[in-house]
C-alpha cells in the first residue's frame, strides 16, 4: 500500500447551521441506557449502516441510530445535529480540514482498540498533544470508470485509434480515442463517450474536489510542500483538458450539465449511454443498482485520470482516504463509551464481515488483512493499484483545500464556465483569490 501523508493536527471552533437529512433510523429503544448516534456523510452506504445497526443491536442490545446526510450536505448537517440535545457521538471529518472545524468536538481515541489496530501507512488525525482524535476508516480510490464492453466494440472498428486500453497511458491518447469514440457514437450505440458532467449545486464534487486532486498534488509535489496558504493552480490548463473533455465527448450538451446530479451520470454509465465516467470504487452499487444496468462485473474498469501532468504515465489511479471517524467529547460519558464500543466491533470484532460485504471497504485495520479485498470489481481495482508497484497512484491531497466554501465557490464557477457565462481566466483567477482568501480566514494555526 502505498503511505498516505500530509496529515496535521490543527485547531478551530464549531458553529451550528441548518441542513437536511436523508435516511434515518432507530434500531430499537433503550431509551434508558447507553445509545451510538452516527450521522453517515455517504448516502450510497445508507442501507447497508441501517442493516449493520440492526445486527449489532440484536446482538448487544444497545440502540444505534443511523442519519445519512443529503449527497454535498454533511459538514451543514453535522453543525445543525451537534447542537441538539441528543447530538451525534459518532461522526466523520474530511481529514485536516475537517478537523480545523471540528477538533472541540472530538474525543480521544488514542486508548482504543481500533485505533490500536491502525495500519502504519495510514496515518490518524492527532491533535497538538499528539492525541488520536479521528481514525481512518477507509480506503478508497477513484479515476475513470470504463465499460470495457463498449471500448471493445471500439477496438474491434478497423480505423479505431487504439486497440486496447494498455494504450491509453496519456491525455493525447485517451482524446483522440473519446474525440473518435464522440464521433463514432451511432456506430457504437452510445448517446456519448462521457457520461453527463454533474454540476448541478451540491452535485459537483467529483470536479471541484476530486479532478483537482491530481494538478493540485503536482503543484505541491513541484515547490516540495505539504500545504500551501496561496495556490497558484499552475496546472490549470491540464485540469481544463480534462474537463472540457468530459464537457465536449459528453451525452449532453454542457450548457445543460448545471441541472444534472450524479444519479443522472451514474445512469448514463450503467445503462450503456456512455463508455466512461468519472467516479470511485463506491460508484459500484450506484452503478449495479440502476434498473436496466447493462454493465457487466468482469466489464468494468479504471483508468487514471489522464489530463497531461508530467510523467502522469507512470502514475495510477488517485488512492486515499478522507474518511475519518470521530467520538463526540461533549456526549455523556455513558454514550461515548458506546460508541467506543460499536467502533471497535465494526473494525476490530464480528462486524469486520460486514465492512468488507456490506460497505465494501478497504479498511485499514491490522485484522482485515486476512478477509480479503472487497468483492465488488472496483474495490478490487483499487486494491490492484495499491499493490502495483510500477505506478505511483496520487494521494488524496484534496484534504489541504482551505473549506467546503472554496469548493462550493469553485464548483459553482465550473457550471457557470460550462454554460458559457465565465470565461477559463476567470475561473483561475477567482480560483486563486478564494483560495488564499479561505486559507487566511479558517487555517490560522
Not at 486500453?165 to 448517446?191: C, H, N, P, W, Y
Not at 504515465?313 to 454514550?335: F, H, M, P, Q, W
Request: aromatic share 12%; proline share 4%; glycine share 6%.
Amino acid at each position: 500500500m502505498k503511505k498516505l501523508t500530509r496529515f496535521a493536527a490543527v485547531v478551530s471552533a464549531a458553529a451550528i447551521a441548518t441542513a437536511g437529512l436523508v435516511g434515518c433510523s432507530d434500531s430499537g429503544s433503550n431509551a434508558d441506557g447507553p445509545s451510538v448516534y452516527f450521522l453517515n456523510f455517504k448516502p450510497e452506504q445508507d442501507t447497508a449502516y441501517q442493516e449493520i445497526a440492526k445486527k449489532y443491536t440484536e446482538e448487544t442490545g444497545v440502540n444505534v441510530k443511523v442519519v445519512t446526510a443529503a449527497s454535498g450536505s454533511y459538514e451543514q448537517t453535522l453543525k445543525s445535529e451537534v447542537g441538539k440535545k441528543d447530538a451525534p457521538t459518532l461522526f466523520q471529518v474530511n481529514g485536516p480540514a475537517g478537523q480545523l472545524t471540528w477538533e472541540s468536538y472530538m474525543a480521544d481515541l488514542s486508548d482504543t482498540e481500533f485505533a490500536k489496530q491502525l495500519n502504519e501507512d495510514t496515518p490518524p488525525l492527532k491533535n497538538a498533544d499528539g492525541k488520536i482524535v479521528a481514525v481512518p476508516i477507509a480506503v478508497e480510490g477513484y479515476g475513470i470508470i470504463v465499460n470495457e464492453e463498449i471500448f471493445d466494440k471500439y477496438f474491434a472498428l478497423p480505423d479505431s485509434k487504439a486497440k486496447s486500453l494498455d494504450e491509453i497511458t496519456s491525455f493525447d491518447k485517451l482524446k483522440e480515442v473519446s474525440d473518435d469514440m464522440q464521433a463514432r457514437k451511432g456506430e457504437l450505440g452510445i448517446d456519448g463517450a462521457f457520461a453527463a458532467a454533474s454540476l448541478a449545486s451540491g452535485e459537483e464534487w467529483r470536479y471541484q474536489t476530486h479532478l483537482l486532486n491530481p494538478a493540485m498534488d503536482q503543484e505541491y509535489n513541484d515547490a516540495g510542500v505539504t500545504d500551501m496558504d496561496e495556490m497558484q493552480f499552475t496546472y490549470n490548463k491540464e485540469f481544463k483538458n480534462l474537463f472540457d473533455l468530459y464537457l465536449e465527448d459528453s451525452t449532453v450538451a454542457p450548457s445543460l450539465t448545471p441541472s444534472k446530479a450524479v444519479s443522472d451520470s451514474m445512469a448514463d454509465f450503467a445503462l450503456g449511454k456512455a463508455a466512461m465516467v468519472q467516479n470511485g470504487n463506491w460508484a459500484w452499487s450506484q452503478i449495479s443498482d440502476v434498473d436496466g444496468n447493462v454493465v457487466k462485473e468482469d466489464k468494468i474498469k479504471f483508468i487514471p485520470m489522464y489530463m497531461g501532468l508530467p510523467d502522469e504515465s507512470s502514475r495510477g489511479i488517485s488512492v486515499g482516504t478522507e474518511n475519518y471517524l470521530a467520538v463526540n467529547s461533549k456526549a455523556s460519558e455513558e454514550d461515548q463509551r458506546a460508541s467506543i464500543d460499536f467502533a471497535n466491533w465494526l473494525y476490530t470484532g464480528a462486524g469486520m464481515q460486514y465492512v468488507v460485504n456490506d460497505l465494501g471497504l478497504i479498511s485499514p485495520f491490522e485484522g482485515f488483512k486476512d478477509l480479503g479485498t472487497p468483492e465488488d470489481p472496483l474495490g478490487k481495482q483499487v486494491a490492484e493499484y495499491m499493490q502495483d508497484s510500477s505506478l505511483k497512484t496520487y494521494p488524496w491531497t484534496f484534504q489541504y483545500m482551505p473549506s467546503q466554501q472554496f469548493k462550493d465557490d469553485f464548483g459553482a464557477d465550473l457550471a457557470q464556465y460550462a454554460s458559457g457565462n465565465l470565461e477559463w481566466d476567470e475561473v483561475v483567477t477567482a480560483f486563486k483569490e478564494n483560495w488564499a482568501a479561505e486559507k487566511a480566514a479558517n487555517w490560522k494555526k
